[in-house]
């Protein structure tokens, strides 16, 4: 602000400035000392003219980049400029900020059509061979195939995350890399490539939009029972491990349920030698069983456990290795990703060298049946434990349609629940504590009418 006087100068115009007015020039003659005292075109100073010229360049080289300027000589005396309207100063943000949206819409466009062209490979490969296997399935109900069928290829589908995860993070990686090379030297999108100009300026929109609709989706958590169920679901995965796992999550409730279970089932055994524990556990439910049973040390041989709907060996053996892996729980490891274009799950056929066969928790069972693992193949959320094979011991497979004379009323084509009403667990129980099992009902039985009102 306020007055400059120099010979000749070049004024840098910021990208805000649009036009210059020019209100007067004031030119002094060469060799008035006194010129800064007075002020110019007033009258009061004496012997000014007006010489000089001012000269709009397009583009002037102002340090290392290319900038718009005003060029400014006088002819033998010295100008005097004075700003009475300065221009507003651009906010200025860094350039990772206008590249990550670009980079961001980009890669959710890559990651749909990979998604796309991998549920296509698998629906092209492997779901005919999923649906023939229920056909020549003669457990399964005639009326009931397509469904099953269905299930099954939904499941087996769900089964094969890795390889879509594997997708993602290549999408990611490639676009991240190269976003972070070009935003580092401070040049926005359209400087480096004309063409990201509208693409940058529509990333931008789709990326608030994509945040308004996770707020939205955040918002039907107290709508959507279903909604709620899938979050609940990913609470409980997360909060079961330690914070170190999660340090700004809330506390693990591991550290709470598996002593007090742990608790339990002592103070049971303790009150009758003789006493057997069955610990039933479903889905997450069964590693917190697997767990307690590892805090049970010498008294496992009284321990029955049975899990269905589990994730111990396909997730949690996978990802944490060192905690449920196959040589601590004593089943086999799984051998990789299963590709889209297999039907059948990772079959291991060589010898198993890392977790010998009875090795783990379950040689401290007194009995190799003494952990029986439910699965269904149209479960999307359940896996096989100790075998991809179709185990008549350790893992029993377990129908999809309820037995017609069995069961409580519900889906006619069951997924990740109700396994607990299945005939397969009534007789794993009754086995375990001696009792008949009770068969689908052959009478029908009278019950007289009610009286008249």
């Known amino acids: 602000?306020?007055?400059?006087?120099?010979?000749?100068?070049?004024?840098?115009?910021?990208?805000?400035?649009?036009?210059?007015?020019?209100?007067?020039?004031?030119?002094?003659?060469?060799?008035?000392?006194?010129?800064?005292?007075?002020?110019?075109?007033?009258?009061?100073?004496?012997?000014?003219?007006?010489?000089?010229?001012?000269?709009v360049l397009p583009l002037c080289r102002v340090g290392i980049a290319d900038q718009r300027c005003l060029q400014i000589k006088s002819t033998g005396s010295r100008v005097s400029i004075e700003v009475t309207k300065p221009p507003q100063a651009p906010l200025v943000l860094p350039q990772v900020l206008v590249w990550t949206p670009i980079m961001e819409f980009t890669a959710l466009l890559l990651i749909g059509l990979l998604l796309v062209i991998g549920v296509g490979v698998f629906y092209r490969l492997a779901a005919p061979k999923i649906r023939s296997d229920v056909d020549r399935d003669a457990s399964v109900p005639a009326a009931d195939k397509k469904a099953v069928a269905r299930a099954r290829v939904g499941a087996a589908l769900a089964h094969r995350p890795e390889r879509f995860l594997g997708l993602i993070g290549l999408v990611i990686s490639l676009l991240a890399l190269p976003m972070l090379a070009l935003s580092i030297n401070g040049r926005p999108p359209w400087d480096v490539f004309e063409w990201l100009r509208p693409w940058s300026t529509f990333s931008l929109y789709a990326v608030v939009l994509a945040s308004l609709a996770l707020v939205f989706a955040g918002a039907q958590i107290r709508r959507s029972a279903e909604v709620r169920r899938s979050v609940g679901i990913l609470w409980d995965i997360t909060t079961f491990w330690p914070r170190a796992g999660h340090p700004f999550g809330p506390p693990c409730y591991a550290e709470r349920v598996v002593p007090e279970v742990t608790a339990r089932v002592r103070w049971a055994l303790d009150s009758d030698p003789k006493a057997v524990v069955v610990l039933s556990g479903h889905s997450q439910g069964s590693l917190i069983c697997a767990a307690v049973l590892c805090r049970l040390s010498g008294v496992e041989h009284r321990v029955r456990l049975i899990t269905y709907?589990?994730?111990?060996?396909?997730?949690?053996?996978?990802?944490?290795?060192?905690?449920?892996?196959?040589?601590?729980?004593?089943?086999?490891?799984?051998?990789?990703?299963?590709?889209?274009?297999?039907?059948?799950?990772?079959?291991?056929?060589?010898?198993?060298?890392?977790?010998?066969?009875?090795?783990?928790?379950?040689?401290?069972?007194a009995a190799v049946d003494h952990w029986v693992n439910l699965f269904r193949r149209g479960d999307p959320l359940g896996y096989r434990v100790f075998?991809?094979?179709?185990?008549?011991?350790?893992?029993q497979p377990t129908l999809e349609v309820p037995t017609a004379q069995w069961g409580d009323p519900g889906p006619r084509v069951l997924g990740h629940g109700s396994y607990q009403h299945s005939p397969q667990y009534r007789a794993a129980i009754a086995k375990w504590t001696n009792e008949p099992v009770l068969g689908p009902p052959t009478e029908v039985t009278k019950v007289p009418a009610l009286p008249p009102t």
Do not use: N, W
């Open 387 to 395: 075998s991809d094979l179709d185990d008549p011991v350790l893992d």
């Open 309 to 365: 709907g589990s994730q111990i060996r396909a997730i949690y053996g996978r990802v944490f290795p060192r905690a449920a892996g196959p040589v601590e729980f004593g089943y086999a490891p799984t051998v990789g990703p299963i590709a889209l274009s297999r039907a059948e799950p990772d079959l291991r056929t060589e010898p198993m060298i890392d977790a010998p066969p009875g090795g783990g928790l379950r040689s401290k069972l």
């Open 1 to 55: 602000l306020g007055s400059t006087h120099l010979r000749h100068g070049t004024l840098v115009l910021g990208p805000v400035i649009e036009s210059i007015s020019l209100a007067s020039s004031c030119f002094g003659r060469e060799g008035d000392d006194d010129y800064a005292s007075k002020a110019p075109c007033t009258g009061e100073s004496t012997g000014f003219r007006t010489a000089g010229a001012l000269t």
